[in-house]
């Protein structure tokens, strides 16, 4: 039923929009602030859990450095209280990226049971030679592309994966890489890039690395529950693995033994196999010399007989000389004979001739004389000459053939000689080519007799070394024989999810928040209280006359009471609903959005906590109704007729101000009715001041958070890490090689210091801690490097002991002279002097020299990275770096700082929200403050402008007090910031980073000028609302 | 001679809600210089309204107001203002003194707005505070009160001195003593006071009498003898 009751309790309301806003906005803000603050943390962890639920996060890990096997996962896969066991591959391998870039990658093999990947973009993988590239480096342009294994892999790396390229088909986040860190490793630069995520089948790995468990039994994250669950699977899992560690060496015994039988009846049939070969080798060696030996044999014999041609040839000759000179004698007495005979033979001739003549002239002439006798006898005469005419005619003939016979005799003889001349010519011929033959011969047999000594040595030579050989491989097994005997169980180790770093930075930097949630309500609902305490008290007083005649009607004072305290209970009900709502959507929201620099893995999930909300409902109606009551019970109990009567205003006092005459004395008098003002109603000043003190410390709180972080970036990389580029080496560089780079590079570079890094794990306070070890025999480090603390510049830490990063230092508990214990990969933990703490922001940090870590380390300084200047632009240099020298990366300082600024943006969204907060806090106290002095001074404000007050001098007579007030506050805020700024940067501690706790100048500046904006604005406002105050107030009736 | 305030058929209508109230009809009459002007009527006959009017608070809907030959009626809202604060002394029933301020400062508040102020600490002397100028009003009775509002309103050094029911809120004796001052301020000072009030006993020491009924003026009567205050009874 509506009654005249409810309806004068609601007009009530909206007769006074202002005062009852006031105490709905302030208890909105204040219940905004502390349940967002409140539920950011819930909401993460709501996020977090609801993450690794979905994407199935391990909760244990098992290792065993001697690997695990498909019948191992089966075997825990039947564990009870196991849900789920998955066999993985991981590898750490560099890759090439795009134009040849190199990284190094950490490769994971896909599950679909455990650590499922959430896929972000693209599609999952079909094929083994495709993969999923980590979301958090790689962006969208990366699909389709494909990632190379880089032949700068060790062959131990390679064999690893199946194949040398994979193809990006999508991207995705995995769950055991909540954060961005990506861990260590031991390949170059020390730090993996980035994961990549890839069908088991594209793993060449014979064994899986690890075996990743679910459990039946779990609870919400970091609960306690869920410890318990954890903590009592952990020995069963461990002496299961113990067990399972046992059998897979008994296997790899057997298979060892196996292959060393295998191997050693290979061994002995290459023995045998040598042995055989070299006796046949031997014997054709034997063979050859015999050969050799027959050869030369024949060889004298064929030299004999050459001699023996030559004496014959010689004797042929030598009778040939004979022969031809008795020929030749011969020839000359037939000659000489011939001649003679012929010239007898011719004077016969013409013995006759001439007779003939005669003759024929004595028988012409005896004829002609006719003497017959005479002619007879001249005719006979001439008969006997005709007769020897034919003697000597027979005698010639006779002698020619007696000489043809002669000549015949004669040319036989020549010819018999000629032949002998031709025969002796050819055995001369002969017994050169027989030479010449023999010759050959030797130098064949020459030849020979070489090789067969080359060959013999050779042989020797080449069975010389297999029987090296053989005994290695002898040795080798007999001592695989020994190793494997001695072959004791793996190291096993059972891993929960603590030791993944992103579920346990987690837990750390989401309850950061929860820690920022313990001082602003406090403040807030203080303010709150203070609103509302005034703004009520006023209206009690405004309506004396009213609770009069009500008590004179006969209303309870209870029912009077209630109307008052209803009146803020219902403002600050609907408040907190709307703070409550606001709050927890909006705080969480932004909250989320800057962690997501860090933790982007989810979209934020919105929780609601009832019990939050009753708490914030009953604190704010402790500050609202509570506080109603308490200040108007006094004045809701009088009797009615005195509350009929006007009440005895408050009386003005006198300040502390008016004994200083000098000022008070130059004060006019509405300086002196504002500062009398001020000092009238403590309540309200202190109201104001912590308001505006509170807005100012808001404002200082959040550029100062902005300050400290987003410096950060370019003091680590400008004032910090000075260097302008840092290059991985491809190889280690030895001093000849590091002279030479700084050689080659001294026309781009204008300095550069050759380093060896080293990742090593920290105990530390909070967990162990992941640092890098520099360490370097060149001192001038420094100049890239700036160790520094307090403003003053350290030096590089003598032999023997090391400069810590201070953030490091003071989680590890040391400082200068203590011992600071850093642990080796291998487990083994060594501890160090500290020299020195420096000033560092980001990472962690240790400086040595070269001595110390050969002598920490016990190996010796690989300079594998160098840190440079370059003299021009670092990014040319970089290129240059990148195809002239033996470098595997570059990276350049200035795009770090520039990723890292980018970043950093997202915190220009806290501090919008802080801003926001507190014009918010702001204009809540200025305007309930104002609205208050207004209705309150209604009469005074009435009485002045009937006095004559110009318009502008009635609104200084009001606001006067505001600014007075605002700048009291802003200086007021400032130790407030300070302290607020330095307890909620200590709240804000992420593991990495070492904040630069500070506040510029400039900060101060702007949030007193911001302040002192927000009242101008209240004012601007407010001052229509003095104008609208009727002169005629002043003539009415004091209530 | 030439009247100081002369009123010419002022009529004032306040209109809102569809409501419309003649709180002025066609109100005419004239104050000389130095006299002391009582206003009386009923409640809501419209003596508050003529009193804003004639204070420069509120504006009129028809006629003429002259001070001095001035026309107030023709004034802008700055030079509403400035007349109040120069030519006009108000003198409120609650006395509407600033609390903050001991009542010495109430007097400085006003004095301090005129070019040519009354030394205040003379006037709380002139009104017999002398002893009590460093006071709160919180501190002085309802009486004190007021003639701090009245030093408060002659500080000024005004043309004109309003005072609205004086004494509504005082018991009789202390009333007697702040009318008298009044009285006294008027015959010394040559000062013209206008007092509204609905005691017709108070017509007996006006110069002037001025009657108003439903918004329309009933008599205007001269008074040739004003009887001094004390010897006044109500």
Redesign the interface.
Known sequence: MVTAWTKHRAREIIKSPGRYFAILSIVALGVGLFTGLKITTADMLATGDKYIKDYKLFDYRLVSTLGLTEDDVEYFRGLRGVKAAAGAYETDFIAEVGEGEAVVLKAHSISTDINVPALVAGRMPKAPNECLADAYYFGEEMIGKKITVSPENSEETAKKLAYTEYTVVGLARSVLYLYMERGTTSLAGGRVSAFVLIPPDGFAMDYYTDIYVSLEEGGYIYSDEYKAAAKKMEEPLKSALKGRGVVRLDSIKAEAYAEIDKARAEYLSSLEEYNTQKADAMREIEEGKEALLDAEKQLREKERELSDGMVQLEEAKRDYESGLAAYDEAKRNFEAEKAKTLSQLAAAREEISKNRAILEEAIASAEAAGDMAQLQYLRAQLAELEKSQKQLDAQKAQAEAKFAEAEAQLSRTKAQLDAAAAEIGRAERELESGRAALDDGWAEYEKNKKELKKAEEETKKKFAEAEEKLADVNEKINKALTDINFLSPPDIYVLGRDTNAGYTSFENDSSIIDGVAKVFPVFFFLVAALVCSTTMARMVDEQRMQIGTLKALGYSDGAIIMKYVWYSASASTIGCIIGYFGGTRLFPYVIWTVYGIIYGFAPLVFTDNWWLLSLSLLVSLACTAGVTFLSCRAELTEMPARLMRPK??????RVLLERVGFVWNRM??LQ??SV??IF?YKKRLFMMVLGIGGCMALLITGFGIRDSISGIAHDQFGEIMKYDLEAALKSAHSPEEIEKFKKDTAGFLSKAVFICQKSVEVPTSKGVKSASVIATADKTITELINIESGGHKLSFPPGGSVAVSDKLAMLAGVGPGDMLTVRLSGGTEQKVKVDSVFENHAFHYILMTEATYESVFGTSCEYAAVLANAKGDPYEAAVRLQNEFEVQTVTVTDQIRRNVDNMMHSLNYVVYVVILCAAALAFVVLFNLSNINITERT??I??????????REVGSYVFRENIVLTVGGVFAGIPLGIWLHRFVMSQIDFDIVNFNVRIFPVSFIISALLTIAFDIIVDIIMRRKLAAIS??E??K??E | MKPFVRLENVCKVYEGDGVRVEALRNVSFEIQRGEICVIIGQSGAGKTTLLNILGGMDTLTSGKVFLEGEEISAYGKMKLTAYRRFDIGFVFQFYNLIPNLTALENVELAAQLVRSPISPAKLLADVGLADRMHNFPAQLSGGEQQRVAIARALAKNPKLLLCDEPTGALDYQTGKAVLALLQRQSREKGMTVVIITHNTALTAMGDRVVSIKNGEISSVTLNCSPKPVEEIEW
């Open positions: 005895a205003p408050k009386p003005g006092k006019n008098f002196k009715i009398r003002n009238r009469r005074e009435a009485t002045i402008k009937v006095l004559g007050f110009y318009p002169m005629v002043s003539l009736a004091v």
